[in-house]
């Protein structure tokens, strides 16, 4: 059975409930090992895949991620459309924490990551077109899942990606604001592009956290806070992938 859908979660998804029909497998890559085992399962009757993108103790930070062997690796298995799940703060207003958004631009601040399968001697180098860095077919088909299925979705928005591990500043923030961030998160980049490079269709699923620095009515940001509401929402994803899945 081919693999309908591969799933990537982020902090406060370690594994994904309810697929029946398991398998698991280690994939080895030309560029390592990705962060975990590769899970596969039915979800009714589609099949996804579903990969930790921390590990599935998460002990891999935002920086040390080998997103290349996670993209690589689910490619290889079949996977030709992609859900990253990531934890994000919020700056926009209406980007208030347990918000659940469907983000339609990124600006990426990261560094010294390597952000392409053409950093390897001699590869020949591809550029790819990224003037929109998401899948505009698995973007609306998110949507659309969401509103079935009752579930509220921002649609739309800016993904910051910064370096990580630690939050940011105000004054980052306020930087990320006048940019034009309306989320920011560490894990974004450079999955989306690595995707786009392999031609898989690629959509983010962003969990509103907490305020971004400086952006609430507290001083500073409270990490118990952010793990309360990222359970809140993160509840809110198994739901909307069986939605997109069970309309298709
Ligand atoms: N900044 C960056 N990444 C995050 C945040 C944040 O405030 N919250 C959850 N992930």
Redesign the pocket.
């Known amino acids: 059975m081919s693999l309908d859908l591969a799933v990537i979660g982020g902090?406060g998804l370690y594994q994904f409930p309810g697929l029946t029909d398991v398998a698991t497998q280690h994939v080895d890559t030309p560029f390592g090992a990705p962060s975990d085992a590769i899970v596969s399962g039915r979800l009714g009757e589609r099949r996804i895949a579903f990969l930790a993108r921390h590990g599935g103790s998460h002990t891999i930070a935002?920086h040390r991620v080998n997103y290349r062997a996670n993209v690589w690796a689910l490619h290889a298995l079949g996977a030709r459309r992609v859900v990253g799940v990531?934890?994000?703060?919020?700056i926009r207003d209406d980007m208030g924490p347990r918000v659940l958004a469907v983000p339609d631009q990124i600006i990426d601040y990261t560094h010294g990551r390597v952000s392409s399968f053409c950093d390897v001697d001699g590869a020949k180098v591809e550029h790819i077109d990224f003037s929109e860095p998401y899948s505009a077919s698995l973007r609306a088909g998110l949507v659309a899942a969401a509103a079935r299925a009752g579930i509220a979705v921002v649609d739309g928005g800016c993904y910051g990606a910064?370096q990580?591990p630690r939050?940011?500043t105000r004054a980052e923030?306020a930087r990320m604001r006048r940019d034009g961030s309306d989320l920011?998160?560490?894990t974004g980049m450079p999955e989306a592009a690595l995707a786009r490079e392999l031609g898989i269709d690629y959509a983010c699923v962003a969990l509103?956290?907490?305020?971004?620095?400086g952006c609430g009515d507290t001083a500073e940001?409270s990490l118990e806070e952010?793990f309360e509401n990222?359970a809140a929402v993160t509840a809110h994803v198994p739901p909307l992938i069986a939605a997109l899945l069970s309309s298709e």
Do not use: D, F, H, S
């Open positions: 902090t935002p990531n934890a994000v703060g919020g910064t990580g939050l940011e923030i920011v998160g560490m509103v956290a907490n305020w971004a620095a940001i952010i990222l």
